[in-house]
């Protein structure tokens, strides 16, 4: 099994997902900016993933601190942090995840410079073994949620790929499996960066299980000739309100869902739900360089010059939302009081 991202002794070490599928390229990076670098590039993607990486980027980033004295080393460390936090926008888990080792930096400055630094080592490893195990239970809640004989369609890459291991929406799927059901997926391309195409149709292809792709404009036709049974997709952040931020096009294939009447669920972890953000108009939205739009494999296939749009994320409206699905359980209207209710438990 390929794994998405690793801490070695080597460095952080992560599978190329910008060459996949044709060629299983693994890339170790010794210091801080290349993972940002990586984050930035895509290098590694999907929200819990770049958490993740941004974790071990942040521990990369404290073992090589030169300063000695607390007061240089935490010079350094909010350097580190701000670089990563600089990467990408829209999946909130990078800055839960960089919030979460800058709360360790500071609860443990009374350890001293040296062994700070293990300790920052350990928190990262922790946030990745935590991730796999949150993604299981998001497909142990999620997977009930299916009929025995299911197929579901799922948009971008929510899966192993995107994630320590396991994945959310494609979680969802392998905790039904799990269970004993019978499950067909049907994988949206993702245009423009193929997501569903090089990494969902890959990573299921590997697993055996049941993929068959399209390309994201035929979703509708096949809803209306009864082949799906469910929709589930992934997050990069969910409002307080439980809009739902996600690849570009989860919002026209929740609109899809609904005229069809199939439940369109959205599988996520705790850490991609913001409650500081009261709605998803207020869910900032990375924009990309229009190459990606204009170019495929690096070959222009629209006239020089042309005006173009890439955002990379939609919003999908919370009432459009059948239920969100996380570790602690599924979560359904009204999103606000089920969304906050998550965090007292
Ligand atoms: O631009 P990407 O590839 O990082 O976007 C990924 C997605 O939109 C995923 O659906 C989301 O991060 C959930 S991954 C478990």
């Given at each position: 099994?390929?794994?998405?991202?690793?801490?070695?002794?080597?460095?952080?070490?992560?599978?190329?997902?910008?060459?996949?599928?044709?060629?299983?390229?693994?890339?170790?990076?010794?210091?801080?900016?290349?993972?940002?670098?990586a984050?930035?590039?895509?290098?590694?993607?999907?929200?819990?993933?770049?958490?993740?990486a941004?974790?071990?980027?942040?521990?990369?980033?404290?073992?090589?601190?030169?300063?000695?004295?607390?007061?240089?080393?935490?010079?350094?460390?909010?350097?580190?942090?701000?670089?990563?936090?600089?990467?990408?926008?829209?999946?909130?888990?990078?800055?839960w995840?960089?919030?979460?080792?800058?709360?360790?930096?500071?609860?443990?400055?009374?350890?001293?410079?040296?062994?700070?630094?293990?300790?920052?080592?350990?928190?990262?490893?922790?946030?990745?073994?935590?991730?796999?195990?949150?993604?299981?239970?998001?497909?142990?809640?999620?997977?009930?949620?299916?009929?025995?004989?299911?197929?579901?369609?799922?948009?971008?890459n929510?899966?192993?790929?995107?994630?320590?291991?396991?994945?959310?929406?494609?979680?969802?799927?392998?905790?039904?499996?799990?269970?004993?059901?019978?499950?067909?997926?049907?994988?949206?391309?993702?245009?423009?960066?193929l997501?569903?195409?090089?990494?969902?149709?890959?990573?299921?292809?590997?697993?055996?299980?049941?993929?068959?792709?399209?390309?994201?404009?035929?979703?509708g036709?096949?809803?209306?000739?009864?082949?799906?049974?469910?929709?589930?997709?992934?997050?990069?952040?969910?409002?307080?309100?439980?809009?739902?931020?996600n690849?570009?096009?989860?919002?026209?294939?929740?609109?899809?869902?609904?005229?069809?009447g199939?439940?369109?669920?959205?599988?996520?972890?705790?850490?991609?739900?913001?409650?500081?953000i009261?709605?998803g108009?207020?869910?900032?939205?990375?924009?990309?360089?229009s190459?990606?739009?204009?170019?495929?494999?690096?070959?222009?296939?629209?006239?020089?010059?042309?005006?173009?749009?890439?955002?990379?994320?939609?919003v999908?409206?919370?009432?459009?939302?059948?239920?969100?699905?996380?570790?602690?359980?599924?979560?359904?209207?009204?999103?606000?009081?089920?969304?906050?209710?998550?965090?007292?438990?």
């Amino acid at each position: 099994m390929f794994k998405t991202v690793e801490w070695k002794s080597t460095g952080v070490v992560m599978i190329d997902q910008t060459l996949l599928p044709e060629r299983e390229v693994y890339r170790t990076y010794r210091d801080y900016r290349g993972v940002a670098g990586a984050i930035k590039e895509m290098v590694v993607r999907g929200a819990p993933a770049i958490g993740v990486a941004a974790a071990m980027g942040i521990a990369i980033g404290a073992v090589k601190v030169k300063a000695k004295d607390m007061k240089g080393f935490k010079r350094e460390f909010d350097k580190i942090a701000k670089l990563l936090a600089s990467t990408r926008p829209t999946a909130v888990n990078l800055f839960w995840a960089i919030e979460r080792m800058r709360r360790v930096a500071a609860e443990n400055e009374g350890l001293g410079v040296e062994r700070l630094k293990k300790r920052l080592v350990a928190e990262a490893k922790e946030i990745h073994r935590d991730d796999i195990e949150i993604n299981r239970r998001i497909g142990r809640h999620g997977g009930t949620l299916l009929k025995k004989n299911s197929t579901v369609l799922t948009h971008c890459n929510a899966g192993a790929l995107a994630t320590a291991g396991y994945g959310t929406a494609l979680g969802v799927i392998r905790g039904a499996i799990e269970a004993g059901k019978k499950v067909r997926v049907f994988a949206d391309e993702t245009r423009p960066f193929l997501q569903g195409a090089r990494l969902t149709a890959w990573e299921l292809k590997k697993d055996n299980i049941d993929v068959t792709l399209i390309t994201d404009n035929m979703a509708g036709y096949i809803m209306k000739k009864g082949l799906i049974d469910a929709v589930v997709v992934g997050a990069d952040r969910i409002a307080a309100n439980g809009d739902v931020a996600n690849k570009i096009g989860t919002y026209t294939v929740a609109l899809l869902a609904r005229e069809h009447g199939i439940p369109f669920y959205v599988a996520a972890p705790l850490s991609t739900i913001d409650l500081k953000i009261k709605h998803g108009d207020n869910i900032p939205i990375e924009e990309r360089d229009s190459a990606e739009v204009t170019h495929l494999k690096g070959r222009r296939i629209a006239p020089k010059g042309i005006a173009v749009r890439n955002p990379a994320f939609d919003v999908t409206p919370n009432r459009l939302v059948t239920g969100i699905i996380t570790e602690k359980g599924v979560v359904r209207r009204p999103y606000n009081k089920g969304l906050k209710a998550l965090f007292s438990k």
